[in-house]
């Protein structure tokens, strides 16, 4: 899982060639935090074939919000620097993410 930043944001998400999930998530996410080892293991099962990332967004609001993210937990699956699907609070559950993950490798 990379960590992204405000400062990487651009490079391994909008101009990464191929497709890139990005698990969106704040510090007092309650939900955001059940769900990290979650999105940790799909990471190390399908790593190979997408690219797994995190965007803290306590520390890069602006970012988020620029992204559409206004509500948390988010999980989005981004091509070629276009954001492709997304799953937003309730809908983000391990069972839609997983199935928005093989829809996309």
Same mark, same amino acid.
């Given at each position: 899982? @990379? ?9 391994? #998400? ?5 497709? $890139? &999930?990005?698990? &969106?998530?704040?510090?007092?996410? $309650? ?20 690219? &797994?990332?995190? @965007? ?6 602006? @970012? ?12 989005? #699956? ?5 954001? @492709? ?21």
């Amino acid at each position: 899982m @990379l960590e992204l930043t405000k400062e990487n944001f651009e490079e391994e #998400v909008l101009k990464a060639t191929g497709k $890139v &999930f990005v698990d &969106f998530y704040g510090d007092g996410c $309650v939900p955001c935090q059940a769900l990290m080892p979650f999105v940790h293991g799909c990471a190390d099962k399908y790593g190979d074939k997408l690219k &797994f990332t995190v @965007l803290n967004t306590s520390k890069a609001r602006r @970012l988020a919000i620029s992204q559409q993210v206004l509500g948390l937990p988010v999980m989005a #699956v981004y091509e070629n620097g276009v954001k @492709l699907e997304e799953l937003v609070k309730e809908d983000a559950t391990e069972a839609n993410i997983e199935t928005m993950i093989n829809r996309h490798i």
